[in-house]
């Protein structure tokens, strides 16, 4: 087998998320892409805009995993204290970084104010990413890689640094089953303790006539995989797989 997947932890951070106001696109964003540059991730959260919540929360992600990524609450507002909270948690101060100050003042020139340059604060130790090739840089402080919310400037800053993030692939390969999971609940356990790294799913599939359940299987090692497919599709009742995909 292949090594172990390098780990990820996203936090969303925003009242109106949690109020319903704002839809969160940006965590589906980041599963879909990280997990197409092989990264694993292994857990969602969602908070308000509350420093000290903020803190606890990024801290204890930053040990858990092995990259984090955080959406919202990096503008001039006074609910944007996403800076404040992550060098609250990590027990530093906020400080007003030079290279995002100058570009905050010759972009804004005579509008620029104390508001909009809340902009430029971050937490003290924390560098710039993509400065050369971005309108404004990705802030990453330790293995916290620091977004806002808005999901078009999101998806911008996140495609100019995210080869930095590229592991091994994960091969998947899908089985559409006739049958419903209280039939192949049983085969279902016996591949995933015949081969038990592989990344085994299994999804009910209502008011479709043509199948029943939607079976993932999915491994960075392409002949483990292959090996767990066999086996899974032998096992299955004869005219009970609809069809099969692989990518």
Known sequence: MSSISKTAGIVIIGNEVLSGKTQDTNSHFLCTELRALGVEVR???VIPDEIELIGREVASFSSAFDFVFTTGGVGPTHDDVTMAGIAHGFGVQVIRHPELERRLRQRLGANINEARLRMAEVPEGAELLGAGSLYSPVVKWR??????????????RFAAI??????????LKVVYVKEGEGTIASILNEVLARYPQLLLGSYPVIDNPEYKVKVTLESKDPQYLDQAFAKLVSAIPKGAIHRVEES
């Open 162 to 171: 995210k080869e930095s993030f590229r592991e091994a692939p994960f091969h």
């Open 143 to 156: 293995n916290v890689y620091i977004f806002p919310g808005i999901p078009k400037i999101l998806h911008e």
């Open 43 to 45: 857990r969602i959260s």
